[in-house]
């Protein structure tokens, strides 16, 4: 047990049991917050592929899109092991920064459409069909958001140095 250091931040170990429940608490409110921000904008994402491709995917009932937005996650996942391998021999490859890059970045856009089609093939109440199709404005829906999300960032990086 350390002991507390005047000036400096109080450590978990110099706190009273009220207080670590408190923090407690409110780390986990932080987390479940956090976690139901992330669930509602992969509904929304599953919302907009479903509307955009809707003569392609039928649905029985809504619940069908809560179920494929609980299965993204796992899907992901398994889409992401399948990717490792390419990943590392990516990375263990003698080719230029930029190059790497971009492979990377379709490695990614690969694994993003791999997840969406297993979505689509676990998803109970779900019938697609043509797969690929919605996987792929899936795909590139995820893609716009990453650049759109690059260049907010950008410009919050030139306007924070022309601040200084």
């Keep these: 047990m350390e002991p507390e250091r005047s000036g400096d931040e109080p450590t978990w170990a110099s706190l009273s049991t009220p207080e670590k429940v408190s923090a407690a608490l409110a780390m986990t409110a932080l987390g479940l917050g956090v976690l139901a921000a992330l669930g509602a904008v992969t509904l929304a994402g599953i919302f907009v592929v ?13 619940s069908s899109l809560v179920w494929a937005a609980a299965l993204c996650p796992p899907c992901g996942l398994i889409a992401g092991v399948f990717a490792t391998a390419a990943r590392l021999a990516l990375r263990l490859t003698a080719i230029s920064d930029r190059t790497k890059r971009g492979a990377e970045t379709a490695i990614s856009g690969a694994t993003t459409f791999l997840g969406a089609l297993l979505v689509e093939s676990f998803t109970p109440g779900l019938r697609v069909e043509h ?13 716009l958001a990453n650049l759109v999300i690059n260049h907010i960032e950008r410009r919050k990086g030139r306007r924070g140095s022309d601040a200084s």
């Design 50 to 62: 479903a509307l955009l491709s809707n003569n392609l995917i039928e649905v029985d009932d809504p």
């Design 131 to 143: 797969p690929w199709l919605p996987a792929l404005l899936a795909t590139l829906l995820a893609a």
